[in-house]
Nanobody, 125 residues
Framework: QVQLVESGGGLVQAGGSLRLSCAAS????????MGWFRQAPGKEREFVAA?????????NYAESVKGRFIISRDNAKNTVFLQMNSLKLEDTAVYYC?????????????????WGQGTQVTVSS
């Protein structure tokens, strides 16, 4: 079992920045991938970014956030961060952290086994 705890959401004006954190605990040994997904009201959950834990830090980003969001990790603390810059109104959503016991930084939600409770990000005009 793996437990994920997200933090860092909140209310920010368009153009501003927020940093989300996701701390993993439990069976986190070895290589794995962690990702961020988001879900806006009335919409399906969508991929945002993912990163693998290991010597080589592969990352993957949704086209909508490339150049604005940065995913990073602290292996020693089993924590993944999502730095969100130049936030737009359409970035408003509940952001979820996800974990899979594979080094593949998948964009598919069903391939992640463990999920955090979600943290709300609201971008205002």
């Amino acid at each position: 079992q793996v437990q994920l705890v997200e933090s860092g959401g909140g209310l920010v004006q368009a153009g501003g920045s927020l940093r989300l954190s996701c701390a993993a605990s439990g069976r986190t040994s070895g290589s794995y991938a962690m990702g961020w997904f988001r879900q806006a009201p009335g919409k399906e959950r969508e991929f945002v970014a993912a990163i693998r834990r290991g010597i080589i830090s592969n990352t993957n980003y949704a086209e909508s956030v490339k150049g604005r969001f940065i995913i990073s990790r602290d292996n020693a603390k089993n924590t993944v961060f999502l730095q969100m810059n130049s936030l737009k109104l359409e970035d408003t959503a509940v952001y979820y952290c996800a974990f899979r016991s594979s080094v593949v930084v998948s964009t598919i939600a069903d391939e992640y086994v463990y999920w955090g409770q979600g943290t709300q990000v609201t971008v205002s005009s």
